[in-house]
């Protein structure tokens, strides 16, 4: 096999060197699997969501005449789509400065514990595995819940954590830091562990005190785990769904309704797939555009290191 | 594939979505371990059947389906509980659109504008419906025109199940509300019904002395008791083709601010949601419940002191909110006529015996029911059947009916004006935002026709 391609492809052109080559080479055989799992769910669902986005079909199938840029036109001028925007993007700035600096802070807290620290590391991690319906469950039914909620009891105030359109997405916020927190955390951990221990024991040496090790060692040394805890972090909370629609349902008065779960009301509880299409697409572009900014600053950062 | 376990027949105890998932989960081990589904033998007849009856009614309708079990030993009911409201309807109408769908479903009579007639459920069969002995006239006859579009019959009405007025008898007692046969004396008017709920608040020792659903997650109480007020001083939502707002600002105001009046002054608790205000009634914390008729098993079964009376009158007529339970076919693509013959076998049973489905607290649509002595005996669930005549249905729009859009939006609406964070102007200003971008959406299943 090895000498059927080796010998013309000193003198035959590259592209029929390529053909010659049997698919089991590249690797296909292995990632057929993959392959056909990824073109199922991701990529023909992603074509037929475009389509359906085009057309005025219903969640029966019917009625699905094409209407060309009609439904993005409506989303355009639809008051609610801009405030469910905003409202992703709004928790997205809100959840992600603590989600990525309160990581930072329990791993450099738990890394320089001596004592217990798989409590504490257990403490803040815990959370994390728990499910979005035993989170929204707890913190609405027993923390934020009015009259005789953990909260109002412990403060003695008479707040309606979730009720209050100028509160609730600031409750949704504490929910989902204190629940996902722990991944960052985990990150951080993980990339604090890997620093090497003489890097400190040098800069000791040279009478470096605690805050100059952490400001001239330890966050350098962290930039490139920053840089991945924002994107991933960036990515999930643009992508927010689950304990806003399990806690608030997107109320009280359209304060926390996410874009995805605006799509969601108009294509399941509305009926309405194809403008609830057109509404996620919108939300596609802006999630892909986020990524090509991220990896186009990553990238650039990467090379100025270099 | 049929291997969706069946819900076991257990006897009435309460269903809890735990032990409803835990029986589940028991019978999907038992059956993937033995392979052989129980209770599945190959003579019988399988009717699919799916219900949202999941509060203290849903004990009564699994009594019904193992009643007719014992009965008809060759048909088997196969019965799902789902979660009612929107998530149920979404499950119907996509399940309608693969045309995988159960044989007979429950539903709400105002829901039925909106979910595609023709499309995501099939026109009642009227021969088997007369083959099992119903006849139109035996229905009520404004549910029985309704459950038709274009004049074709969509689904069998059930029940009609009205807002009503759960009053502990102790605590009115206490205050000196009652008559001399033990009965709520009637109250006609606003002063009247502050007056009294005054007094069984200072019995109650100046706790609020009115529950009902005032707040929470798509909360629809505040929408059920506007609905109902409103529709006493004889203002409409809509016109009757469904085109134009008819809101009279000036009626819609007065029962805003009624309803304030009752936050205000501490007559009622403005941040009880559904679950609280159930059991501020069932602990003997309030006098006085507003809901749906529903929730008479769990009082009955909690053996308190209480009993029923109408929606009480206060803006001229008598009216209460309402919604019907009807049965329908969801659409299938193909129909085994064994089946189908079995499912109207069974939504007849259902309907010939709604004296026992009265239990649960709804007034019965089956006129025959409301004359037999077993119903007009059922204390106090006859005590408010009059209401039967004088129930404030939705509009017939498509965006209507339990739990649809509309509720929710003047739910949402009028809940801060009872606590007091809105006033009535800005409470009703965003319903008929609300209402006026309801309208302006396209339906989703325009009419082919």
Redesign the interface.
């Known amino acids: 096999m090895t000498t059927t391609v080796a010998a013309p492809a000193t003198t035959a052109p590259v592209a029929k060197a390529k053909a010659a080559r049997p698919w089991t080479q590249h690797g296909m055989l292995f990632i057929a699997p993959f392959l056909v799992v990824y073109v199922a769910f991701l990529v023909w669902p992603l074509l037929l969501g475009l389509q359906m986005s085009l057309s005025s079909v219903n969640i029966a199938g019917s009625n699905d005449g094409f209407v060309g840029f009609a439904n993005y036109a409506e989303a355009f001028g639809d008051p609610r789509m801009w405030r469910s925007l905003w409202n992703t993007v709004l928790f997205t700035v809100l959840s992600t400065v603590p989600l990525v600096i309160l990581g930072l802070v329990f791993a450099l807290l738990v890394h320089n514990l001596r004592f217990m620290r798989w409590l504490w590391r257990l403490s803040f991690f815990a959370p994390f595995l728990l499910p979005s319906a035993v989170v929204a469950v707890l913190w609405r039914q027993m923390i934020y819940q009015p009259g005789f909620g953990l909260l109002n009891g412990t403060l003695g105030t008479d707040s309606l954590w979730l009720g209050d359109p100028n509160m609730a997405m600031w409750s949704v916020v504490m929910t989902t830091v204190w629940w996902t927190v722990g991944f960052n955390f985990l990150l951080y951990l993980a990339a604090l562990q890997s620093i090497p221990e003489q890097l400190y024991e040098a800069a000791s040496i040279d009478g470096a005190s605690a805050w100059d090790k952490l400001r001239s060692i330890t966050l350098p040394m962290l930039r490139r785990t920053t840089g991945l805890v924002v994107v991933l972090q960036l990515l999930a909370s643009l992508k927010v769904f689950d304990q806003i629609y399990l806690m608030t349902g997107g109320g009280p008065e359209d304060s926390t309704r996410p874009i995805i779960e605006y799509a969601y009301d108009i294509g399941f509880t509305g009926y309405r797939v194809g403008y609830a299409s057109a509404v996620s697409y919108i939300l596609f572009i802006l999630i892909v555009a986020v990524s090509l900014v991220q990896l186009r600053l990553l990238r650039k950062r990467e090379e100025s290191l270099r | 594939m049929d291997d969706i376990p069946p819900t076991p027949h257990r006897t009435p105890t309460t269903i809890t979505r735990r032990n409803l998932l835990g029986g589940a989960l028991a019978l999907g081990l038992l059956s993937s371990g033995c392979s052989i589904p129980v209770g599945l033998g190959s003579s019988q007849t399988r009717v699919k059947y799916w219900h949202f009856l999941g509060a203290s009614d849903g004990v009564i309708m699994n009594g019904m389906v193992g009643a007719f079990a014992k009965e008809n030993p060759a048909l088997f009911v196969e019965e799902n509980v789902l979660q009612w409201g929107?998530p149920f309807?979404?499950k119907v109408?996509?399940a309608?659109?693969g045309g995988r769908s159960p044989d007979v479903a429950t539903f709400h009579l105002a829901r039925l504008a909106g979910i595609?007639p023709g499309?995501?459920l099939d026109p009642i069969n009227l021969d088997l419906l007369a083959e099992n002995g119903l006849r139109a006239e035996d229905f009520s006859p404004p549910i029985w025109e309704r459950a038709h579009i274009d004049g074709v019959l969509y689904a069998v009405p059930f029940d009609a199940h009205p807002m009503v007025q759960y009053y502990n008898t102790d605590v009115c007692g206490r205050a000196g509300l009652l008559g001399g046969d033990g009965k709520l004396l009637p109250t006609k008017g606003t002063d009247q019904l502050l007056e009294s709920l005054r007094k069984a608040k200072e019995a109650l020792g100046g706790k609020p002395s009115l529950a009902f659903d005032a707040?929470?997650?798509?909360t629809v109480g505040p929408w059920r008791v506007w609905s109902s007020l409103y529709a006493q001083s004889g203002g409409t939502l809509l016109s009757d083709d469904g085109t134009q707002i008819t809101i009279d600002d000036a009626k819609a105001l007065e029962v805003l601010a009624f309803m304030r009046t009752l936050g205000e002054e501490g007559l009622c608790?403005p941040?009880?949601d559904y679950g609280?205000s159930v059991a501020a009634f069932q602990n003997g914390n309030a006098a006085f419940l507003w809901n749906g008729d529903w929730e008479t098993t769990t009082f009955k079964l909690a053996k308190m002191p209480f009993s029923m009376a109408r929606f009480p009158s206060v803006f001229g007529g008598a009216s209460a909110q309402a919604d019907c339970h009807v049965f329908v076919v969801p659409h299938q693509r193909a129909r085994d006529p064994q089946v189908e013959r079995a499912t109207y076998r069974f939504i007849a049973y259902l309907v010939k015996n709604s004296a026992d489905w009265a239990v649960a607290g709804h007034v019965p649509a089956y006129l025959p029911a409301l004359e037999q002595p077993e119903y007009l005996a059922l204390q106090p669930q006859s005590e408010y059947r009059s209401v039967i005549t004088e129930v404030a249905l939705d509009p017939q729009v498509w965006f209507a009916g339990s739990a649809s859009?509309l509720w929710i939006e003047f739910g949402?609406a009028f809940?801060?004006v009872i606590?007091g964070?809105r006033t009535p102007e800005e409470g009703l200003a965003?319903a008929k935002n609300a209402l006026r971008?309801l309208m302006e959406?396209?339906n989703?299943?325009?009419e082919?026709r």
């Open positions: 929107e309807y979404t109408a996509m309608g659109a595609g499309q995501i707040l929470g997650l798509g608790d941040t009880t609280a859009r949402e809940s801060p606590g964070t965003l971008r959406t396209p989703p299943f325009p082919e």
